[in-house]
């Protein structure tokens, strides 16, 4: 009896051990695709990380992308007529943003857009074509994220100068809609592009 106990034991691991491969096997494309774009993912959020633990803030304050940042913003919101000016945050690691002498923003480092552009090239190099076509379209599509960034918050920050009790559905709804919603387009426009490359050269 304890034998087949044992036997029964060792014939279901190996139908488990079956089942697990034939899994494998089927959804491989689906396995290497997630585990390309942790890999990416993750390795490039540690560098990102790496960057901003050696940014002391002394002469780009908080940290360079981020002064950068809120600079060409405020260049942009002046080239629509207001006076925009930044200055550091004395309470937290930030950039004050002033529209007319007036505090409307702080822009952090997560309005840098870096975090965003780490998601889309994870995404991009997990679904890979050719080394050319895939640099040139991360390259591409980096530099639109990081302009529609800008663009979205010298928008930001003359809405909330005009309608500052609208802050919650422009800084939570809207504008993050825009941001992820071109990165989602951009996705799409990659897939799209890429399968039907598979399916030319297949």
Same mark, same amino acid.
């Given at each position: 009896?304890?034998?087949?106990?044992?036997?029964?034991?060792?014939?279901?691991?190996?139908?488990?051990?079956?089942?697990?491969?034939?899994?494998?096997?089927?959804?491989?494309?689906?396995? @290497?695709?997630?585990?390309?774009?942790?890999?990416?993912?993750?390795?490039?959020?540690?560098?990102?990380?790496?960057?901003?633990?050696?940014?002391?803030?002394?002469?780009?304050?908080?940290?360079?992308?981020?002064?950068?940042?809120?600079?060409?913003?405020?260049?942009?919101?002046?080239?629509?007529?207001?006076?925009?000016?930044?200055?550091?945050?004395?309470?937290? =690691?930030?950039? @004050?943003?002033?529209?007319?002498?007036?505090?409307?923003?702080?822009?952090?480092?997560?309005?840098?857009?870096?975090?965003?552009?780490?998601?889309?090239?994870?995404?991009?190099?997990?679904?890979?074509?050719?080394?050319?076509?895939?640099?040139?379209?991360?390259?591409?599509?980096?530099?639109?994220?990081?302009?529609?960034?800008?663009?979205?918050?010298?928008?930001?920050?003359?809405?909330?100068?005009?309608?500052?009790?609208?802050?919650?559905?422009?800084? @939570?709804?809207?504008? =993050?809609?825009?941001?992820?919603?071109?990165?989602?387009?951009?996705?799409?426009?990659?897939?799209?592009?890429?399968?039907?490359? @598979?399916?030319?050269?297949?």
């Amino acid at each position: 009896m304890l034998f087949l106990d044992s036997f029964c034991i060792i014939l279901t691991e190996s139908n488990l051990l079956f089942y697990l491969k034939a899994l494998l096997h089927k959804y491989k494309s689906v396995v @290497k695709f997630i585990l390309t774009f942790l890999t990416v993912y993750i390795v490039l959020t540690i560098c990102y990380k790496l960057y901003l633990d050696v940014s002391d803030g002394s002469k780009y304050y908080p940290d360079y992308l981020t002064n950068l940042v809120a600079k060409q913003s405020e260049s942009l919101i002046n080239t629509f007529g207001y006076n925009a000016e930044i200055a550091p945050h004395p309470d937290e =690691p930030s950039m @004050k943003m002033l529209v007319n002498s007036k505090f409307v923003a702080t822009i952090v480092e997560g309005c840098n857009s870096i975090s965003v552009i780490i998601l889309f090239i994870s995404f991009v190099i997990a679904f890979a074509g050719k080394f050319k076509a895939t640099f040139i379209y991360i390259l591409t599509g980096s530099v639109l994220i990081y302009i529609v960034n800008l663009i979205r918050i010298a928008i930001l920050s003359i809405g909330l100068y005009n309608y500052p009790w609208r802050q919650d559905i422009f800084h @939570k709804v809207i504008f =993050p809609m825009i941001i992820y919603g071109m990165v989602f387009l951009l996705w799409m426009f990659w897939v799209n592009r890429f399968s039907k490359k @598979k399916k030319q050269h297949a």
